[in-house]
């Protein structure tokens, strides 16, 4: 009976089975005897040596019983696991050491510290003080600013037509370049803007914002955590293990990122790591946590997006083990409670992770590098933003700015692709930001007590269309105070057929 059971693999199933029983009843021992809560989790390589390894820690992951925190497929998996699991992995797998919990001191030499970063920004607003502006969001859990720099060429004023972009750096405490790289973009973006057309027309068209560093905590100490040790990559809400949008036992860190998304109408995203040299786009969480291509419904534009930059970074576009540089995180490896994933889900930003380096804190003279090989793509990535459709949503009476969702349909000859994730329109001015890739779409508007409507547009190669919606209020909606009108954007509407019905 047993051998029918387990089939014609039956050995390595069994020993799989028992493998991950054992584990799973140590942990619990452990757990019963009250020292789980005292132990250093610690953090290993193990070889991948054959198709059980990774089937036994994807199910030792989704129980929660260790942690997944890079995958090189056919070679290794750097493991972050309590003691007692760590002592019975090692007993069943080839493992090896991993880096030190620490970085090395001497690795600071040359990077910005966080009181550096304050000097950095001072210095930036002084010599453009009406291009750039910094300001605290937070604090980390020991209390360290956790800091942004905005870039725009109206950045003094409020209300600003223009889609917001954002870059967030260090989330993992030693994976250090994209904290450089955002300092060199600031820079070079304010130095040529006169004389680079790319750049006056991200200052002139976008809003800028530019976070180094979103682990202050673990950058000063060389961890990958945060000082409470928890990964913020794996803190955020999910669909699958969380799908209410609350901060309830969230870390400090991941609780300010929440409310920035809440406050700000982001559009794009781009989460810096270190590690590996690839963009991983979303999702990133299977729902069984097994690694298998998990796409979002707009899954084409993901691809698109992340293209656009991996094909101006010769390392990415030329990488052996991912395909012109890219890939889906689900299929790299699955991991709940990623903020890309939560960028989507709950607040319609499309977010990418850029893995920038193979090294997670290289020599501070490798930058220059690293900057070379990316200053391109992400110039060219934020211009991404521009592609797609844009405009207003207003009340037909009173010109009042709407708080509507936009939803949008793929057109390709016979077959339509609806995507269920909207985006919203900035309830002080009624403006949207919809990426879309060059064809038709259909753009459905909703607001609560008016009634919807839906317009087919066409979009162009690498440009956008602006489309305006008008709301008339449904006949059974309550009376309202009286509304102000939106305040002019200096903005002329286009003349094409994408404001037009079909």
């Not at 942690?67 to 797998?93: H, M, P, T």
């Not at 604090?139 to 956790?146: A, E, F, H, L, N």
């Not at 954002?166 to 060199?184: C, I, M, S, T, Y």
């Not at 680079?196 to 914002?209: E, H, M, N, T």
Request: net charge negative.
């Amino acid at each position: 009976m047993l051998g029918r059971f387990l089939g014609p693999y039956g050995s390595q199933r069994f020993l799989a089975i028992a493998t991950c029983i054992f584990i799973l009843f140590s942990q619990c021992l452990t757990r019963s005897e009250g020292l789980i809560e005292e132990q250093k989790p610690e953090r290993f390589r193990v070889l991948e040596e054959s198709a059980d390894t990774r089937s036994i820690l994807n199910d030792l992951a989704q129980k929660e019983a260790l942690d997944i925190e890079n995958v090189r497929k056919g070679r290794f998996i750097d493991i972050r696991a309590s003691n007692s699991v760590a002592q019975q992995l090692k007993k069943r797998f080839t493992v090896e050491a991993f880096e030190s919990e620490y970085v090395n001191p001497g690795l600071y030499e040359g990077y910005t510290s966080n009181e550096g970063l304050v000097d950095f920004f001072n210095s930036t607003v002084s010599r453009w003080p009406t291009k750039a502006k910094y300001y605290s969001i937070g604090q980390s859990v020991r209390g360290k600013p956790i800091w942004v720099l905005e870039i725009n060429a109206r950045v003094t004023e409020a209300n600003l037509p223009f889609p917001s972009v954002k870059f967030v750096a260090n989330q993992h405490g030693d994976e250090v370049v994209g904290r450089e790289l955002v300092l060199r973009l600031a820079t070079w973006l304010l130095e040529n803007y006169d004389t680079d057309s790319r750049a006056k027309k991200i200052v002139d068209g976008v809003r800028l914002f530019l976070m180094p560093s979103m682990n202050p905590d673990g950058f000063e100490s060389g961890t990958r955590e945060n000082s409470a040790r928890v990964d913020l990559n794996r803190n955020f809400p999910d669909q699958y293990r969380s799908p209410a949008d609350s901060q309830e036992g969230r870390q400090a860190e991941t609780k300010v990122i929440m409310n920035w998304l809440a406050s700000n109408n982001f559009v794009l995203s781009a989460n810096m790591h270190g590690g590996e040299i690839v963009v991983n786009y979303p999702f990133d969480a299977a729902p069984s946590r097994v690694d298998e291509y998990c796409g979002t419904p707009d899954d084409d534009i993901f691809r698109y997006i992340s293209t656009v930059y991996a094909n101006l970074n010769p390392d990415m576009k030329n990488h052996r083990s991912f395909l012109g540089g890219i890939t889906n995180g689900a299929q790299w490896y699955s991991l709940w409670g990623g903020m890309q994933d939560y960028n989507y889900i709950y607040h319609g930003c499309m977010e990418t992770t850029l893995e920038l380096s193979m090294n997670k804190w290289p020599p501070h003279a490798d930058i220059d590098y690293f900057w070379a090989t990316n200053n391109d793509s992400m110039l060219a990535y934020i211009d991404t933003v521009n592609h797609g459709a844009r405009g207003t949503v207003v009340d037909a009476a009173s010109g009042a700015p709407l708080a509507a969702k936009i939803y949008v349909t793929k057109v390709s000859g016979n077959s339509q692709s609806f995507r269920s994730f909207p985006v919203r329109t900035d309830p002080n001015t009624g403006w949207y930001f919809r990426i879309l890739t060059a064809g038709q779409w259909i753009l459905n508007v909703t607001a609560t007590d008016y009634l919807s409507e839906a317009k087919t547009i066409t979009v162009p190669e690498k440009d956008f269309v602006r489309v305006d919606f008008t709301l008339q209020r449904s006949a059974d909606a309550p009376p309202t105070a009286r509304a102000v009108r939106a305040p002019s954007d200096g903005f002329t509407t286009e003349t094409s057929n994408a404001g037009a019905d079909p």
